[in-house]
């Protein structure tokens, strides 16, 4: 299944909302106690997933781990942005601060 351009895995199970709603204890069942993932649709199009809380719990750590390392090549001339954020940073280092006098 596609949606927005991005290819769904076909691994998880797919019912509609409409399903979902009159058999929902069913789903969470088969999600909490036999590992199933459903994908939720309405009209044909998905809406939402039912996964279990490890899936939620690996799904949110691997978000914290790309953080900003996610968007590095993404940029046009981020290598450029990259020497110059390095330039700073060590100039600051370098720097002995200023006279101040009182």
Do not use: C, Q
Not at 10 to 15: A, G, H, I, L, S
Not at 70 to 90: C, H, M, S, V
């Amino acid at each position: 299944m596609e949606w927005n351009g991005e290819r769904i895995s076909t691994d998880d199970k797919v019912v509609s909302v409409a399903e979902a709603k009159s058999h929902f204890s069913k789903y969470v069942s088969k999600v909490a106690y036999a590992g199933e993932k459903f994908l939720i649709t309405k009209r044909g199009k998905p809406l939402v997933a039912l996964v279990s809380i490890e899936d939620l719990k690996s799904i949110k750590a691997n978000e914290e781990e790309k953080g900003l390392s996610e968007i590095i090549g993404k940029w046009k001339n981020f290598e450029e942005i990259e020497d110059n954020i390095n330039k700073i940073y060590f100039s600051r280092k370098e720097d002995r601060g200023r006279d101040v006098s009182f």
